[in-house]
């Protein structure tokens, strides 16, 4: 059982910047594949980036490459999420994912929602025009 914790919420103008974190349970974190998901009103959750378990492979959203990196630091059991030049329409809940399988780059599976089996209780972030 792995358990996720998001904390980063916050309220920034567009332009701004924001970092998100996820702290994680369990020993064996090192070799989950752990994801970033959104959710805005109305809409369906969907991918923003994910990072694999050695953080040799990273991969995002169209709508994010270039602005946010994702990294983890095993030792602390914790996964980032650093988001730049943000835009009001990255205002959304933002979920922490993870999963036991391993990644490997190119493998679209790992965008979809159904890929993942733990998951946060995720955090706000908000950004005005």
């Known amino acids: 059982q792995v358990q996720l914790v998001e904390s980063g919420e916050g309220l920034v103008q567009a332009g701004g910047s924001l970092r998100l974190s996820c702290a994680a349970s369990?020993?064996?974190?090192?070799?989950?594949?752990m994801g970033w998901f959104r959710q805005a009103p109305g809409k369906e959750r969907e991918f923003v980036a994910l990072?694999?378990?050695?953080?040799?492979?990273?991969y995002f959203a169209d709508s994010v490459k270039g602005r946010f990196t994702i990294s983890r630091d095993n030792a602390k059991n914790a996964v980032y999420l650093q988001m730049n030049s943000l835009k009001p329409e990255d205002t959304a809940v933002y979920y922490c994912?993870?999963?036991?399988?391993?990644?490997?780059?190119?493998?679209?599976?790992?965008?979809?929602?159904?890929?993942?089996?733990?998951w946060g209780q995720g955090t706000q972030v908000t950004v005005s025009s």
């Open positions: 994912a993870a999963t036991g399988r391993t990644y490997y780059s190119g493998d679209y599976r790992y965008t979809q929602k159904w890929r993942y089996d733990y």
């Open positions: 369990g020993r064996t974190f090192s070799s989950y594949t």
């Open positions: 990072i694999s378990s050695s953080s040799g492979s990273t």
